[in-house]
Nanobody
């Protein structure tokens, strides 16, 4: 497992941008698939973006495709989520998570950050 801490959340107007970062402590960050999840009040947690160990292969939920970009810097033990053209429905607690295997299910993520709140409102 690795220890994960998110930052960068806040209040932003619709159409605005925000960049979330997740920093990891531990020696083996590059071994993990990294993903961002979000959960809004009264809704189930959903996967919004993920990246493989080398940052080449990426996945995006349809709801954020074309607006969000996930990236990682293994030298800095960091994964980021650039969020553009934000919508009110993007409002949620965003958490990063680490998966120790190549093909991950939600249950396979064994490390989670505490989350950072993103609120999109006028």
């Amino acid at each position: 497992q690795v220890q994960l801490v998110e930052s960068g959340g806040g209040l932003v107007q619709p159409g605005g941008s925000l960049r979330l970062t997740c920093t990891a402590s531990g020696r083996f960050f590059s071994r993990y698939v990294m993903s961002w999840f979000r959960q809004a009040p009264g809704k189930e947690r959903e996967l919004v973006a993920g990246t493989d160990r080398n940052g080449i292969s990426k996945f995006y939920a349809d709801s954020v495709k074309g607006r969000f970009t996930i990236s990682r810097d293994n030298a800095k033990n960091l994964v980021a989520l650039q969020m553009n053209s934000l919508k009110p429905e993007d409002t949620a607690l965003y958490s990063c998570a680490a998966c120790p295997i190549v093909k991950c299910t939600t249950a396979a993520y064994d490390s989670w950050g505490q989350g950072t709140q993103v609120t999109v409102s006028s």
